[in-house]
C-alpha cells in the first residue's frame, strides 16, 4: 500500500484542485493507497471540506491537529500515522506535480533504495528571493551537517516504511526532514520534476516561518556558535598579551598616567578571561544537547540493496513478528 501524508494548513482555495489533480494518478496505481490529510489547526474551511469530501473518497483519511504546529510537525504527525509499505509526503498547493509519485515508485521498487527524493530542476516560479535565501540555505547546511544534501530536494519525497520507523525512533523533536533523513544515509535516488507555481492561495512560508527553519536547521546539526566564545576568550588573550607588553613599554617610557597601565591590563585580561569560560560553559553545553538528542552513532544497514528479494522476505519476517 502506497500512503500519500498531505500536511495542510489554511489551505481550502487549494485543497479541490489538489484532489482533483491527484486522486485519478492514485487511482490509476496498481496498488491500494491511502491520502492521509494533516489540517494543521487551519482556521479556514479546509477542516469542513476535508469532512466533506470524505465521504465521496474512500481512501481518504483526515488527521485534524487541534492547533497549527508547523509544516515540520504536522508531517511528524502523518508519518506517526501511516500505514502503507511506502510513504510519499506532498505539498497540498500542487507545486509538487502528483503524476511524479508514479515514476518515484517505479524507482524505488526497481532499485530497491529507501528514499526516492523529488528535486526541482526548475525553480523558475519560485520569487528571486527564495531562490537566493535556498540557495543560501542549502550551502550552509551541507557544511553544517557535513553530509550530502540533494539540492533543491523539499519535502517532496518517497520513504520506504522501514525508513519511516527508522526516522520515527530518533529521539529529537524538532526534526527538519529535509535534513535528517540524508544526514541518517538512506540509500536514495532523485526524481527531477518541475516546480509549478501554488495553484491558489498565499504562501504559508513567511518570512519568519522561513527564518524559524533556518535557525532550526542550522542549531539542530551543529554547536559551533557555542564554541565561538572560546575563540574570542583565545583571540582576547593573545590581543591582550601584546598590548600588555605596549602598555609596560608605556609605563616605562614614563608616557602614562598613574595606575593606566594596571588598569588597562587588567580590564583586557579579565574580558578574555570571561570568554574563554563562556566558551567552556559552552562545551559543555553542547555536549548535554548533542547527549540529550541522542541520535544514533551508527545506521546498520540492514538491507543489502543488491538483493531485493531478500529485502522484502526480510520486511514480510519484520512484520509477522
Ligand atoms: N503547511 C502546514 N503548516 C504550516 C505551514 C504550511 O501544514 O504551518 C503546509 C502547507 O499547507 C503546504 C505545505 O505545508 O501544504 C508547504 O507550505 P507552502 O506551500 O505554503 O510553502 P512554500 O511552498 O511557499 O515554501
Ligand atoms: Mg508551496
Not at 494543521?40 to 469542513?48: E, K, Q, V
Not at 508514479?102 to 526516492?116: F, I, K, N, P
Not at 532523485?190 to 527553519?213: F, I, N, Q
Not at 553542547?286 to 543489502?304: G, K, L, N, S, W
Request: aromatic share 10%; net charge positive.
Amino acid at each position: 500500500m502506497l500512503s500519500v501524508v498531505v500536511p495542510m494548513y489554511n489551505e481550502q482555495l487549494a485543497l479541490p484542485h489538489f484532489a482533483e489533480r491527484l486522486r485519478p494518478v492514485l487511482d490509476d496505481l496498481p496498488m491500494p493507497y491511502e491520502v492521509l490529510c494533516v489540517d494543521d489547526g487551519s482556521t479556514d474551511g479546509t477542516g469542513d471540506l476535508l469532512r466533506e469530501m470524505l465521504s465521496h473518497w474512500p481512501q481518504l483519511r483526515v488527521l485534524p491537529l487541534r492547533r497549527n504546529a508547523g509544516h515540520q510537525a504536522a508531517l511528524t504527525a502523518g508519518l506517526d500515522h501511516a500505514r502503507g509499505d511506502w510513504i510519499v509526503s506532498i505539498d497540498a498547493d500542487l507545486q509538487d506535480p502528483p503524476h511524479v509519485i508514479r515514476e518515484m515508485l517505479d524507482v524505488a521498487q526497481r532499485t530497491g533504495v529507501d528514499v526516492v527524493y523529488g528535486v526541482r530542476a526548475d525553480r523558475s516560479t519560485d520569487t528571486r528571493f527564495k531562490r537566493v535565501t535556498a540557495g543560501l540555505y542549502y550551502g550552509a547546511m551541507r557544511r553544517a551537517a557535513g553530509v550530502e544534501i540533494p539540492r533543491h530536494a523539499g519535502d517532496f519525497r518517497l520513504m520506504s516504511a522501514s525508513a519511516v520507523r527508522e526516522v520515527g525512533r530518533l529521539h529529537e523533536r524538532g526534526r527538519v526532514y529535509r535534513l535528517l533523513i540524508p544526514y541518517m544515509g538512506f540509500r536514495y535516488r532523485t526524481v527531477e520534476y518541475r516546480r509549478e507555481s501554488r495553484v491558489a492561495g498565499d504562501s504559508k512560508y513567511p518570512v519568519h516561518k522561513m527564518a524559524r527553519l533556518a535557525a532550526e536547521s542550522y542549531t539542530s546539526f551543529t554547536t559551533a556558535p557555542l564554541r565561538f566564545a572560546t575563540w574570542l576568550g583565545v583571540l582576547g588573550f593573545v590581543l591582550c598579551s601584546t598590548f600588555a607588553v605596549a602598555a609596560l613599554v608605556a609605563y616605562a617610557t614614563g608616557n602614562t598616567l598613574p595606575g593606566w597601565t594596571s588598569f588597562a591590563i587588567v580590564i583586557g585580561f579579565v574580558g578574555a578571561l570571561q570568554f574563554l569560560f563562556l566558551g567552556l560553559l559552552g562545551e559543555y553545553v553542547a555536549r548535554i544537547y548533542t547527549e540529550m538528542q541522542a541520535r544514533p552513532r551508527y545506521f546498520t544497514d540492514v538491507h543489502p540493496p543488491d538483493d531485493p528479494a531478500r529485502q522484502a522476505r526480510s520486511e514480510r519476517e519484520h512484520r509477522t513478528r
